[in-house]
């Protein structure tokens, strides 16, 4: 299976350690937004959409990407990271998803964790979720990969 992740991660690195270490199970390539090349994309059998949380949706390079890329087909995943916990009525990952289920894209799932996060007020303490994503969390993220490669539906 040819797979390719493409991943903001700007503030502590924890989106991007959740994208390597599925990377490694799915033997992608992780690419930021500028890096990616549609074309890639194309030719890909998966493709990753990853990003931490700002604002309560994902950083707008990733989404900015995803507005930019033609309309197509494949299979797809989205994952995030966050200080917060997701609220079920307004998960971070649906608007990605919604976005590129718009572009022709199946969303296979959507995998989010929480992170260690800085953003104000809780800069003032020190930031909040200190050693997250933890190994338990990348265990998680390494099964949600697992079951995209298998072809089982991964739960959320």
Known sequence: MKAVIVCTSVSHGNT???????ARVLGAK???PEEADPEQLAGADLVGFG???F????????????????????????FATSGLPEL???SFTRPLVRRLE?????VDGAFSCRAF???MPFKLVGGINKGRPHAQDLAAAAAFAERLRAGRDPVS
Not at 16 to 22: F, L, Q, S, W
Not at 62 to 70: D, H, I, K, S, Y
Request: charged share 20%.
């Open 16 to 22: 991007r350690r959740v994208a390597d270490t599925m």
């Open 30 to 32: 992780v690419v930021s």
């Open 51 to 53: 990003s931490g949380v």
């Open 55 to 78: 604002y309560g949706r994902p950083h707008p390079s990733l989404t900015g990407f995803v507005e930019a890329l033609p309309a197509g087909r494949g299979r797809a995943f989205v």
């Open 88 to 90: 079920p009525p307004a």
């Open 102 to 106: 718009g572009k022709g894209f199946e």
């Open 117 to 119: 996060d800085t953003w």
